[in-house]
T-cell receptor, first 112, second 115 residues
Framework: AQSVTQLDSHVSVSEGTPVLLRCNYS??????LFWYVQHPNKGLQLLLKYTSAATLVKGINGFEAEFKKSETSFHLTKPSAHMSDAAEYFCVVSDGDNKLSFGAGTTVTVRA | ETGVTQTPRHLVMGMTNKKSLKCEQH?????MYWYKQSAKKPLELMFV???????ENNSVPSRFSPECPNSSHLFLHLHTLQPEDSALYLCASSQDVAGDTGELFFGEGSRLTVL
């Protein structure tokens, strides 16, 4: 069985400062991992994905995530937050059985 | 035109009403999904269709009835709902049933309120 835990339900940062969203997973197999973003009143959009290639994955809008097997983590980071980054972020795991497990989400607010 | 379109965007219905949610994808994908999104809970997969055949039904109450007449259209028929069914219902599509690729394309959702 697979599952995802997003360690922060809400993160607040100042514009121009780094953003860190934490995600831990459990999986019986070598997982594939993803981050999705949902802006207000919008559907979810894929930010980036890890599928057993490079452990540091770059995504859209300056986000990146690092897969750490020893820590079972897949944290999302961005060096400098922008107002447009205010959204909800979901960590997702798949262990290859065509089923995706979503985390509960982290809401990011960006202060001017 | 956006890739995945959902209508209506907002729906208010009484517990005895019958209504339907519609989803249309313009991406040429083979798989379509219904998800339920409730506040601060993980997305709940409800139904999966691949090439118009249902391949997943996650113990969803029978008051929710999906229909997939072709690979571009997906419906969710609603009847005798309960207030706890109030949520955002998201439709998604993918090239094939998502697994390692994990890439789903979502619509903007239908916000359902059951009175």
């Amino acid at each position: 069985a697979q599952s995802v835990t997003q360690l922060d339900s809400h993160v607040s940062v100042s514009e121009g400062t780094p953003v860190l969203l934490r995600c831990n997973y459990s999986s019986s197999y070598s997982p594939s991992l993803f981050w999705y973003v949902q802006h207000p009143n919008k559907g979810l959009q894929l930010l980036l994905k890890y599928t057993s290639a490079a452990t540091l994955v770059k995504g859209i809008n300056g986000f990146e995530a690092e897969f750490k097997k020893s820590e079972t983590s897949f944290h999302l980071t961005k060096p400098s937050a922008h107002m447009s980054d205010a959204a909800e972020y979901f960590c997702v795991v798949s262990d290859g059985d065509n089923k995706l497990s979503f985390g509960a989400g982290t809401t990011v607010t960006v202060r001017a | 035109e956006t890739g995945v379109t959902q209508t209506p965007r907002h729906l208010v219905m009484g517990m005895t009403n019958k209504k339907s949610l519609k989803c249309e994808q313009h991406l040429g994908h083979n798989a379509m999904y219904w998800y339920k999104q409730s506040a601060k809970k993980p997305l709940e997969l409800m139904f999966v269709y691949s090439l118009e055949e249902r391949v997943e039904n996650n113990s969803v109450p029978s008051r929710f009835s999906p229909e997939c007449p072709n690979s571009s259209h997906l419906f969710l028929h609603l009847h005798t709902l309960q207030p706890e069914d109030s949520a955002l219902y998201l439709c998604a599509s993918s090239q094939d049933v998502a697994g390692d690729t994990g890439e789903l394309f979502f619509g903007e959702g239908s916000r359902l309120t059951v009175l």
